[in-house]
């Protein structure tokens, strides 16, 4: 595998320096940010991005994300510039030397969480979402941590209630429309999408929702066979469904050569719908990660990985999720989980 960590560029609380000093460490996962969904990322900010990281010993192969501008998840006929603009950044991203472009197709929110600081009881915080704080929730005036400045309330329920005429086949017809329109470019470039599941993995604020489970997935796969059409395997995503059986999917995904991208964490379940996220290795959680990471081995899985989101420790602030230290002590927790896992494989 290639280990790779997440960098927010130049403004990143966490320096560049420290992330190249973390061991087996492969390269950064980054985007241009403040570029308005469904613009194009010119050519020279892009190499300057990639110069930055490869200053530092990196590779920087993978962007995370190129926003999908709500007109393509909703089918409206502007939809076809913001495809044709998706088009030209893939371009250009290709010209760069990226390789794999992570990107989700959820409806308005990317990821939803209700607490950003849940307080654990070592004093440590975590990202935590609760079903029942959210069911209580007034769709028309919504108020979410992290969401928050992205849009005013009255654009949020504006773009709400325009979900409204969008049933999930149509979402799905959508999304379809988008990546068939991308496979020339995809081609010709090299690069490969990986659609980042659900999160979490089911229907909130009646918004549809596509991509959370395995009957989704082959679908997509066998509507757009291509295998630029690819995955980016969340455990934290599709593990909060506990119906999803992440060892069998991640094994079946990787020998189908569709995992192109994986990020890997732990979620500790807090009842039915409900999930706290955890430091990364098996014993705190509620998934595990040896087998999960054994199955992607198994499977002949050799791409892309990076630690996903961590508590908050050793009194560090910053970006929830997003600090050095524990997804630093995540990156050295899966290098031992492949090490071990890739030599039982080649021992076998
Ligand atoms: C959250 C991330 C997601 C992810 C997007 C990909 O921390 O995993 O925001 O980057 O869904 O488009």
């Known amino acids: 595998m290639k280990l790779t960590f997440r960098w927010f560029g130049e403004n990143d609380a966490v320096p560049i320096k420290y992330i190249a000093q973390i061991p087996g460490i492969y390269g950064v996962v980054t985007a241009l940010y403040g570029i308005p969904a469904g613009e194009i990322w010119p050519l020279d900010a892009i190499s300057k991005l990639k110069g930055a990281a490869e200053s530092h010993g990196l590779a920087a192969e993978v962007i995370e994300s190129v926003p999908v501008h709500e007109d393509i998840k909703l089918g409206l006929p502007s939809r076809d510039r913001y495809i044709k603009n998706y088009i030209e950044t893939l371009k250009n991203l290709g010209a760069a030397g990226f390789k794999c472009v992570c990107y989700n197709f959820m409806p308005v929110f990317d990821w939803v969480r209700t607490d950003l600081k849940l ?24 108020s979410l941590p992290g969401w928050d400045e992205s849009y005013t309330k009255e654009e949020l329920s504006g773009l709400l209630e325009s979900y409204n005429a969008v049933t999930p086949r149509k979402l799905f017809e959508n999304l379809v429309y988008f990546l068939e329109a991308l496979m020339p470019a995809l081609e010709e470039t090299g690069i490969n999408m990986a659609i980042h599941p659900d999160d979490p993995p089911w229907e909130i604020f009646g918004l549809p929702r596509i991509i959370s489970a395995e009957d989704g997935l082959d679908k997509l796969f066998a509507a757009v066979p291509s295998k630029h059409n690819g995955l980016a395997f969340c455990t934290g995503s599709l593990g909060a469904k506990r119906a999803n059986d992440l060892p069998r999917l991640a094994k079946k995904y990787a020998e189908a050569g569709r995992i192109h991208f994986a990020h890997l964490r732990n979620i500790a379940y807090d009842g039915d719908l409900s999930f706290r996220e955890t430091a990364h290795n098996s014993a705190s959680g509620s998934l595990d990660m040896f087998v999960i990471v054994s199955a992607l081995v198994r499977g002949g899985f050799s791409g892309y990985v990076r630690p996903d989101h961590g508590r908050n420790i050793f009194g560090e602030e910053g970006k929830p999720g997003y600090g050095l230290y524990d997804r630093a002590l995540g990156a050295a927790y899966l290098n031992g989980l492949f090490e071990a896992a890739e030599k039982m494989v080649a021992n076998s």
């Open 119 to 142: 307080k654990n009881a070592d004093g440590s915080t975590s990202l935590a979402y609760r079903e029942e704080e959210i069911r209580k929730l007034d769709k028309n005036s919504l």
